[in-house]
């Protein structure tokens, strides 16, 4: 692989208010320093607290959302939602292992688009109207236990070797089940990153989810737990 210098960028993730900044180079090439770069559909800031891709997908699900408003407002309430499912939400969810907001200003940008779906889908824009009967009448899980689930999901498929993704975790003393310990966290940015965050959820798992012998039958005994 032959790698283009000017189409590479740097970008260095501190905490730090006054970070240091210095000269990288690739083939004679001085590459550019940035706070923020799209890799894999991804968008990382410096900070890794995500704000900058959530801003990015918020807006481009909101502009897909009102296409669907302009071109099939008088279709059924099915086809409506079949369209939010296909076109809109996926924006919302792709990479969400990655990214997962636990900021309540982040979670709410994401909770306004299918917000806004779920009176498009009824057809109800009254001011005076309960959004939260509309998600209730639709029987849309909430996006935050969505994610949840993906996550756990994902965990699955990495013990299982389904996903070749190391663990970097380990049993708690004398666990044979299926826990395992938490990792230290100094910073927010760890304590909600993936492994950290998603562990938590996987320990408070029944034994009998969490030894699904596939990820189909683990996948519909999580979604079953979250409905009930």
Not at 49 to 63: E, F, G, L, T
Request: hydrophobic content about 35%.
């Amino acid at each position: 692989m032959v790698f283009h210098p000017e189409k590479c960028l740097v970008l260095s993730t501190t905490l730090k208010k006054n970070s240091i900044r210095r000269k990288y180079y690739m083939r004679s090439h001085q590459l550019q320093s940035v706070d923020e770069a799209k890799y894999l559909g991804v968008t990382i800031n410096n900070k890794l607290n995500w704000s900058s891709h959530i801003d990015s997908i918020v807006a481009q699900a909101h502009r897909k959302l009102a296409f669907l408003q302009r071109n099939i407002s008088h279709c059924p309430n099915d086809i409506k939602s079949m369209a939010y499912f296909s076109l809109v939400r996926p924006k919302l969810e792709y990479a969400v292992s990655v990214w997962d907001p636990y900021t309540s200003s982040n979670i709410k940008k994401l909770d306004s688009v299918q917000r806004k779906a779920a009176r498009f889908v009824t057809g109800d824009y009254g001011q005076m109207s309960s959004v939260t009967s509309m998600l209730d009448s639709l029987d849309w899980p909430p996006l935050q236990r969505r994610r949840s689930e993906l996550k756990v999901v994902l965990f699955y498929k990495i013990l299982n070797n389904e996903v070749d993704i190391a663990v970097p975790l380990d049993k708690p003393p004398r666990e044979t089940g299926h826990k395992f310990m938490v990792p230290q966290s100094r910073t927010n940015s760890h304590l909600y990153s993936y492994f950290p965050s998603t562990v938590r959820v996987w320990n408070n798992l029944p034994s009998v989810v969490a030894s699904a012998e596939t990820s189909e039958g683990f996948k519909s005994m999580v979604k079953t737990m979250g409905n009930t």
